[in-house]
């Protein structure tokens, strides 16, 4: 299994990025995948994540509204759209993979396998 995240950088307030993680060694679709983030000094905590289908998502709630998780089965990739970007979002931003056919909007945070490289997200004030 592997899962490498990009599109990360330094963005001012308010800005916006598209992070990507394109993975490999599974069968994508059959999979739930998420977002996570760890900020210096901070526990990893969950951000988003999104069922098989794409039809499905779930935010922490200090995110609804700003950052939407997306994904295309056809290029094995899941996406991030981080929007209107505060300082505290600063942190290093991973994908994740869940068990296999297993999905929950409520507990997909506390039900991923694997963990990917991370690509960091910096916010400027």
């Known amino acids: 299994v592997q899962l490498q995240a990009s599109g990360g950088g330094l963005v001012q307030a308010g800005g916006s990025l598209k992070l990507s993680c394109a993975a490999s060694?599974?069968?994508?679709?059959?999979?739930?995948l998420g977002w996570f983030r760890q900020a210096p000094g901070k526990e990893r905590e969950g951000v988003a994540c999104?069922?098989?289908?794409?039809?499905?998502?779930g935010y922490a709630d200090s995110v609804k509204g700003r950052f939407t998780i997306s994904r295309d089965n056809a290029k094995n990739t899941v996406y991030l759209q981080v929007n209107s970007l505060k300082p505290e979002d600063t942190a290093v931003y991973y994908c994740?993979?869940?068990?296999?056919?297993?999905?929950?909007?409520?507990?997909?945070?506390?039900?991923?396998?694997?963990w990917g490289n991370g690509t960091l997200v910096t916010v400027s004030s």
């Open positions: 994740a993979r869940g068990f296999f056919r297993l999905w929950s909007s409520r507990t997909c945070f506390s039900t991923m396998e694997y």
């Open positions: 060694g599974f069968t994508f679709s059959n999979y739930g």
């Open positions: 999104v069922n098989r289908s794409g039809g499905s998502t």
